[in-house]
C-alpha cells in the first residue's frame, strides 16, 4: 500500500508535502507506522489500551 502525491501545477513543494501528510493522517498510516514499528505482545497492547481508556475516563470526570 502506497500514497502518491504529485505536485499540481504551480503548486510549491512545501505544499505538496503539507497535502502528503494530510492523506496520510486521514487514512491513518502514521499510526500504523508507528503502532508496527515495535513488536507488541496482546498483553501489552491490552494494558495499554486500559491505561489510555483510563485517562479518558478522568478527563470525561474533571469536565463534569
Known amino acids: 500500500m502506497g500514497v502518491k ?16 501528510k494530510r492523506i496520510i493522517e486521514r487514512e491513518k498510516l502514521r499510526r500504523d507506522m508507528i503502532r508496527h514499528q515495535y513488536h507488541e505482545t496482546d498483553r501489552e497492547r491490552r494494558r495499554h489500551t486500559r491505561s489510555k481508556n483510563a485517562g479518558r475516563g478522568r478527563k470525561r470526570a474533571a469536565a463534569r
Open 5 to 20: 502525491v504529485k505536485p499540481r501545477k504551480g503548486e510549491s513543494i512545501e505544499r505538496t508535502l503539507r497535502r502528503l
